[in-house]
């Protein structure tokens, strides 16, 4: 049986990107009120195990694949990359074969997106990106559901705006909008735009807009992130290249009626947003939130061969 790997979404075709989002609907809309800890009836994981490495800090990625896994019956070992023999040079490869002969899947939040791809070249079980530097698939599949959710429909055909930082989220963002076709408007820096954008391989769904009042204009959704993700040297030149990028009510205004703000959190307010747009009516983030653990355990049925297509 062919290795379902999860490293970039532009790497995932459109029909298990489509299925990944419907599965995490229906999945949610089943859980009914139990217990957060309750398996889910069918219980498909039941005896799986999944490997979860951690090269940074995490919150939402550390709980939402740990619930994941517990709520299809399986369960999760956290592993931190210092405390494994990776913290002691054993080569990422060699942990890799290791890893796959007492774990079902592997789970990666890696500071560098090279350690992900080495692992899933020699690993014999499926492997996940948690978030790389230059990928965060997962986040993006949440965003979508989070969006269909919220406006009652699919997300083909919305307008989306990401403002700030070109980062590994708006790189995800970028793939996703040409596997579920909806518009996306970049209005970054000049010297902080996506490699993609950058390189103009980006297509016809995806565009670099002059400026942020250009790229929310109309728009269905409204997306950003951090300024300085974690490992970036937090300049002053950066900083100042980033002001004008803020999202505030202002901004939002010019958005859609229906719009709805996205972060993938945490969030600096008074940097990036403020206040009034994260904490306020136009905000999904909470949702989008939660929507992690159900797009996660999309995600890990699909890479279990679970889950078709």
Known sequence: MTLRHLTRLSFLDKDAAHAIVAHAHARKA???GRPR???????????????????????RTRVSFDLAMRQLGGSALTLSAGDLQLGRGETVEDTARVLSRYVDGVMIRALHHETIEAFAAVASVPVINGLSDEAHPVQALADVMTVEERLGRPVAGTVWAWLGDGNNVAESLIAAARIFGFELRLACPPQHRPS?????????????AESPEEAAEGADVVVTDVWFSMGDERTRSKLAAMQRYQVTPALMERAAPHALFLHCLPAHRGEEVLPEVIDGPM???????ENRLHVQKAILLWTFNRLAP
Do not use: M, N, Q, Y
């Not at 398996?39 to 195990?49: I, K, Q, S, Y």
């Open 196 to 208: 993609s954008l950058i390189s103009e391989a980006f297509g016809h769904r995806v565009f670099a």
């Open 283 to 289: 905000s999904a983030v909470w949702d989008e939130a």
């Open 30 to 32: 089943g859980r009914g």
């Open 37 to 59: 800890g309750a398996p889910d009836d069918d219980a498909p994981l039941e005896g799986h195990v999944l490997g979860c490495i951690f090269e940074k800090p995490s919150t």
